[in-house]
């Protein structure tokens, strides 16, 4: 038992001594290229399902005519 409560003791320094914190507005500005990366990912998958759907109905379109 000794040891679990050493650990929480040395995680509690580690977590208030050793780590750097990003600042407020480091946090912000990698919040906003998260959104804005998303965005982007979200457009392509968009676009890529669009482009596949467009060419597979053409595709099943003329194999009916």
Excluded: C, H, R
């Amino acid at each position: 038992m000794a040891g679990v409560v050493q650990f929480f003791k040395e995680s509690y320094e580690e977590m208030t001594q050793k780590v750097t914190w990003p600042t407020w507005g480091e946090l912000q500005s990698s919040a906003v290229l998260v959104l804005v990366a998303s965005f982007i990912i979200a457009i392509v998958i968009f676009a890529m399902d669009k482009g596949s759907t467009f060419v597979l109905d053409t595709f099943y379109k003329s194999l009916s005519n």
